[in-house]
């Protein structure tokens, strides 16, 4: 019904950027939040940023400074900007969506992009 295409990921030194993108398709009525989650090996899942539909943000500590997230909402489209990449910054990124369809409202996720940061 909805698919999150996930795009951007790479190999930088520390130090340099990265743009992940973020696009739902298929059957939208409207997408609530929309997020980017991280998880390296070894350890959980976690929301690295997250964005409302009205424009609100927020980040995870370590990145604050750092990330910016920004959407398009006549595209469906979430960003993730990552400046300063640090070697821990390395992990496969992850787009999530709320999304409110003809069913309902529902949870979607991508199915993952690397980023991984060189010392």
């Known amino acids: 019904q909805v698919q999150l295409v996930e795009s951007g990921g790479g190999l930088v030194q520390a130090g340099g950027s990265l743009r992940l993108s973020c696009a739902a398709s298929?059957?939208?009525?409207?997408?609530?939040?929309m997020g980017w989650y991280r998880q390296a090996p070894g350890k959980q899942r976690e929301l690295v940023a997250a964005?409302?539909?009205?424009?609100?943000?927020s980040y995870v500590d370590s990145g604050k400074g750092r990330f910016t997230i920004s959407r398009d909402n006549a595209k469906n489209t979430v960003y993730l900007q990552m400046n300063s990449l640090k070697p821990e910054d390395t992990a496969v990124y992850y787009c999530?969506?709320?999304?409110?369809?003809?069913?309902?409202?529902?949870?979607?996720w991508g199915q993952g992009t690397q980023v991984t940061v060189s010392s």
């Open positions: 999530n969506a709320n999304v409110r369809g003809y069913w309902g409202l529902s949870d979607y």
């Open positions: 298929g059957l939208i009525f409207s997408i609530d939040a």
């Open positions: 964005t409302t539909s009205g424009g609100s943000a």
